[in-house]
């Protein structure tokens, strides 16, 4: 269970009960971002990792209960070697840098994805990361690192029938229940809201599964760039949406406001 939280520092035009508990971000730009001010793209990531802190504090502040970033996919190797080790070596610092702060902060932090490949050090601070921090109950977090969309629901049909082929599951429960329980997010609710900055329009094999009915936002600004008023803009427009789920009557995001 998610801890009471003081909406003091929420927006006045924000209503408390109309927040999306779980957003989901593709951090889009960085590279782009340093490039237009003559930078090597490897300073892009350094201010995207502060972009990422920052927006994690704002959800925990304003009663966000989740938040899924996608750091590193598995097309992701493809990129240049010198960046893709920069970006290792930039898990690596931050973990050992903000783990401390984040315990204390009360987060919770989980990686998604197949973790085999990274060096083994690094393994090892993720692993402790999430297991020091596994009792916090402020705010989740959830890193996607080396994760592909495609992969994930292939590896949650073979957990499936490997259960159906050793009886613990009957071929009539197989269900979209079952196959939720099977994804790297669960127990979380799918989220609500995703943003993606630099003005792509797509979703490059991010969580395909769980965002069936979220709410799509795509923002011009580079990652870098996506600050609290930017976050503030894209909780408007979100607060703005009536989720029909398929139906025909809307579901007002914010009763009794």
Same mark, same amino acid.
């Given at each position: 269970?998610?801890?009471?939280?003081?909406?003091?520092?929420?927006?006045?035009?924000?209503?408390?009960?109309?927040?999306?508990?779980? /957003?989901?971000?593709?951090?889009?730009?960085?590279?782009?971002?340093?490039?237009?001010?003559?930078?090597?793209?490897?300073?892009?990531?350094?201010?995207?990792?502060? @972009? /990422?802190?920052?927006?994690?504090?704002?959800?925990?502040?304003?009663?966000?209960?989740?938040?899924?970033?996608?750091?590193?996919? @598995?097309?992701?190797?493809?990129?240049?070697?010198?960046?893709?080790?920069?970006?290792?070596?930039?898990? %690596?610092?931050?973990?050992?840098?903000?783990?401390?702060?984040?315990?204390?902060?009360?987060?919770?932090?989980?990686?998604?994805?197949?973790?085999?490949?990274?060096?083994?050090?690094?393994?090892?601070?993720?692993?402790?990361?999430?297991?020091? @921090?596994?009792?916090?109950?402020?705010?989740?977090?959830?890193?996607?690192?080396?994760?592909?969309?495609?992969?994930?629901?292939?590896?949650?049909?073979?957990?499936?029938?490997?259960?159906?082929?050793?009886?613990?599951?009957?071929?009539?429960?197989? %269900?979209?229940?079952?196959?939720?329980?099977?994804?790297?997010?669960?127990?979380?609710? %799918?989220?609500?809201?995703?943003?993606?900055?630099?003005?792509?329009?797509?979703?490059?094999?991010?969580?395909?599964?769980?965002?069936?009915?979220?709410?799509?936002?795509?923002?011009?600004?580079?990652?870098?760039?996506?600050?609290?008023?930017?976050?503030?803009?894209?909780?408007?427009?979100?607060?703005?949406?009536?989720?029909?789920?398929?139906?025909?009557?809307?579901?007002?995001?914010?009763?009794?406001?």
């Amino acid at each position: 269970m998610i801890q009471p939280v003081n909406y003091s520092t929420l927006p006045t035009d924000l209503h408390p009960k109309a927040l999306p508990n779980h /957003v989901a971000v593709i951090m889009d730009g960085n590279g782009r971002w340093a490039t237009q001010r003559g930078m090597p793209r490897i300073a892009g990531h350094r201010q995207g990792a502060k @972009t /990422v802190k920052d927006l994690l504090r704002c959800c925990k502040d304003w009663g966000i209960g989740a938040l899924t970033v996608y750091a590193f996919s @598995t097309e992701n190797w493809r990129r240049p070697m010198e960046e893709v080790t920069f970006l290792l070596r930039l898990f %690596d610092r931050l973990l050992r840098r903000e783990l401390a702060e984040m315990q204390r902060e009360g987060v919770r932090i989980q990686f998604l994805g197949d973790l085999s490949p990274l060096p083994e050090r690094l393994q090892d601070l993720m692993q402790e990361a999430m297991t020091v @921090t596994h009792a916090n109950q402020r705010v989740q977090f959830n890193v996607a690192v080396n994760y592909g969309g495609r992969q994930e629901l292939v590896a949650a049909t073979r957990h499936i029938a490997q259960q159906v082929a050793c009886g613990a599951l009957s071929l009539e429960q197989v %269900d979209e229940e079952s196959l939720s329980r099977a994804l790297l997010t669960y127990p979380l609710p %799918d989220p609500d809201l995703l943003i993606r900055t630099s003005g792509e329009q797509r979703l490059s094999n991010f969580l395909p599964w769980q965002l069936a009915y979220t709410e799509l936002y795509f923002t011009d600004l580079l990652w870098p760039e996506f600050d609290r008023a930017a976050f503030h803009q894209a909780l408007q427009w979100y607060q703005r949406r009536q989720r029909r789920f398929g139906g025909l009557a809307p579901t007002p995001l914010a009763q009794g406001s």
